[in-house]
């Protein structure tokens, strides 16, 4: 998780991303921000992140991400 926060904080550090719930929704994080952040996902977790996972739900917080990157590394 601590790895996710960090990355997070590279593509935009004046977020509270500990407490933020709606990156996506809330328009936080726009499309360079989400591909920046998948690419630096899977070079991080070793993962490939498809396009059926990109939805919301696994972007919109960062425990959902962290989920997202476990439920990943578990394939």
Do not use: C
């Amino acid at each position: 998780m601590d790895k996710i926060l960090e990355i997070l904080r590279e593509i935009d550090d004046s977020v509270d991303y500990e407490n933020e719930m709606s990156l996506i929704d809330g328009h936080i994080l726009d499309s360079f921000g989400v591909i920046t952040l998948v690419a630096e996902l899977e070079d991080a977790f070793d993962i490939s992140i498809e396009a059926a996972e990109m939805v919301p739900e696994n972007f919109n917080s960062a425990g959902a991400i962290w989920e997202m990157v476990k439920r990943l590394q578990e394939n």
